[in-house]
């Protein structure tokens, strides 16, 4: 339900600041699939997948993409850095420390490493 309201709050951010095409890079699955699966939902979630699908219309070229939560390392520690601070939503005109060479890193297609574990059955 976080990743909904921040999905749709950044879409209206970035809408105020005239950006009309987009990719929004999604490591929340179920989220991405309320969206684009048109599931039925109810309650709080269903009124922000619909505000979300709202948002969808506006845009010239919206891209709802699914990454792993290894590549969503910056959204990441956005959403640390938020967890110690009390307001809902904070423009920062420079990156928060540490987070420069996190986007540096993502810019450049520098892989990050990816944990899978394998159970073998013999």
């Not at 699955?29 to 709080?44: A, C, K, Q, S």
């Not at 910056?74 to 904070?90: G, H, P, Y």
């Amino acid at each position: 339900m976080v990743e909904a309201r921040a999905i749709a709050k950044g879409l209206q951010w970035v809408w105020n600041r005239g950006i009309r095409d987009l990719e929004v890079q999604i490591d929340a699955t179920e989220v991405l699939n309320w969206i684009t699966d048109h599931t039925m939902l109810r309650g709080p979630a269903r009124v922000i997948v619909e505000d979300i699908r709202g948002w969808q219309m506006r845009f010239r070229k919206l891209v709802l993409r699914s990454i792993f939560r290894e590549q969503n390392i910056a959204a990441d520690r956005l959403a640390t850095i938020r967890s110690s601070q009390e307001t809902n939503w904070k423009d920062h005109i420079d990156p928060p420390v540490g987070l420069n060479e996190i986007l540096t890193d993502e810019m450049m297609g520098i892989p990050c490493m990816r944990m899978v574990v394998c159970n073998n059955h013999a």
